[in-house]
């Protein structure tokens, strides 16, 4: 199947000495676990061994995983890549969540605008052309090397990002349109949570590759009211409805037996 993945991965790509390629490459052809090893945490890092060269692929140019400099950019294209085997691979793509990104507010005014290139270049290679606010020419190259913002083709990533807003700093607005940003509030109706689930259905949906039923709507309209008697009844933070709210529509899609009032009963107790 590699050469296979190979050819195709390649089609995406049209770019020579990609390092996702020549890592693949090196990987499939050496029957050394260390040598694999040092390839994989390579693609992972881009810490360089001797053990790799044995596996080099001839007449190839080794090409560099960049840890300092304007890197953004070949991070994100990697990432793209990453989603385009994933769908050879047969799954929906590359879901790439980053938790606390609050956290920014931390960074030196210094170290800000790098961190500003890292987002910018990811939302762009996961959004594309369904976004008007980040373009290419916005993100930098790496001074040794062009890199193009995203694969082309069938890639799939999808980048999903929390904030605490009381501590956020990041210039969410610059970057998204209203639409694009998810705002939980601390105390939720019904309505609210339901309105939520909604959402998160259709994200599960299209993470999963399926098309939400019958049964995902029922609990989508039952469970937002059990989720708010939990808040009230203070056995639910807001992270909690939505780490309750995911593993829900899990269980659905898990168990297709699953017998819907049986679910919600149980919702129903553990929020009492």
Known sequence: ????????????????????DVGLYAISSTSSSRQRKAWREWLMGGRRTTAMNKAMPRGVKFPSIYRVGHNARQMAYLLS???V?????????????????????????????????????????ALQERQARITPDMLPQHRWREYPPAYNGRQSLF???TVTRSENRLPLESW?????????????????I???????????????????????????????EHLALGMRN???SI??????????????????????????DELRQQMR
């Open 234 to 236: 203070g056995r639910l």
């Open 176 to 192: 998204l349109d209203a639409d694009q940003i998810l705002t939980l509030e601390p105390h939720h109706t019904a309505q609210e």
């Open 159 to 161: 980048f999903l990002f």
């Open 239 to 264: 992270r909690g409805v939505v780490r309750q709210t995911v593993e829900l529509f899990d269980l659905l899609y898990l168990y297709p037996d699953y017998e819907v009032t049986a679910l919600l």
């Open 85 to 125: 085997l994933a769908r050879l691979a047969g799954y929906s793509g590359l879901c790439v969540l980053i938790d606390e990104a609050e956290s920014y507010s931390l960074l030196a005014a210094y170290q800000r605008p790098k961190a500003d290139t890292f987002f910018s270049a990811v939302l762009y290679a």
């Open 81 to 83: 890549g990453v989603s």
């Open 194 to 224: 339901g309105q939520f689930m909604q959402q998160v259905m259709s994200y599960h949906a299209e993470a999963y590759g399926y098309e939400a039923g019958d049964r995902q709507r029922q609990v989508r309209r039952a469970a937002a």
């Open 1 to 20: 199947e590699t050469p296979r993945w190979r050819e195709q991965l390649w089609n995406a790509t049209a770019f020579a000495n990609d390092p996702l």
